[in-house]
């Protein structure tokens, strides 16, 4: 049978009180798309209250948007998945393989404490699923706790946008909490490349986490490898 993904997507287009947008970095999802979609494995995209999940602008600046970006982007039946999200209460967790949170700073609001896919991550995560992320994505891990009241995070190496490299983007003075101190309060053993912005995965067991939007294929590759061992 074939592996199934589900793609966690934001639904933020804009900071809180900061008169600047935001949303999906869009290759940290087409780059593990196009990955998993090679290995012809089923994927599904939710966002914590369905409909549409708006792009990053920057995501798609001459620089960062490669040919994979490109190409979904000029793809209306993609873009269609993405301004038609499902909700968590429309699938059913036990489906999965995989859940991979993708990131853009919009996550930051929406993901920390969604009861619902706290609850499907945690399941997953205790039926022997891989849970992933990328970059921003890990604040969607930072506060699920397992059946025994621990941090899912707790005593586990992982990776996600580094406090380092939110100075070097100048958005540190913008964002609602420091993801990488909060992860480390609630057990982490939290790690990152000496270069910001290199690209990095970090595999605990199940737990397989990117550190920045250059580490969406890399991480792609580590959840194939998990699936595929």
């Not at 933020?12 to 798309?33: D, M, R």
């Not at 490109?70 to 036990?94: G, Y």
């Not at 945690?122 to 891989?130: P, W």
């Not at 380092?164 to 939290?190: D, I, Q, R, S, T």
């Amino acid at each position: 049978m074939s592996k199934r993904i589900l793609h966690i997507v934001t639904n933020v287009a804009a900071y809180e009180n900061v008169n600047q947008v935001t949303g999906l970095w869009l290759g940290e999802l087409t780059h593990a798309y196009d990955e998993f979609e090679k290995k012809n494995y089923i994927q599904d995209i939710v966002s914590p209250l369905g409909g549409n999940s708006p792009i990053e602008p920057k995501s798609l600046g001459r620089f960062v948007a490669d040919e994979s970006v490109l190409k979904r982007k000029n793809d209306p039946a993609f873009m269609k998945l993405l301004e038609n999200t499902k909700k968590p209460s429309e699938i059913n967790w036990q489906d999965y393989d995989v859940i991979y949170y993708t990131g853009g700073h919009g996550v930051m609001w929406d993901f920390l404490d969604n009861s619902e896919l706290q609850e499907i991550t945690k399941n997953i995560y205790e039926k022997d699923g891989i849970v992933s992320s990328v970059c921003h994505g890990y604040c969607g891990l930072l506060n699920v706790r397992l059946s025994n009241g621990q941090y899912l995070i707790q005593g586990k190496k992982l990776t996600g946008f580094a406090w380092c490299e939110e100075v070097l983007a100048g958005v540190a003075k913008k964002v609602p909490y420091n993801a990488e101190e909060l992860a480390k309060e609630h057990g982490a053993h939290y790690e990152k490349k000496f270069i910001p912005f290199a690209p990095n995965v970090v595999r605990d067991g199940n737990l397989i986490t990117g550190q920045n939007p250059f580490s969406a294929r890399i991480t792609a590759h580590a959840i194939i490898e998990a699936l595929e061992s």
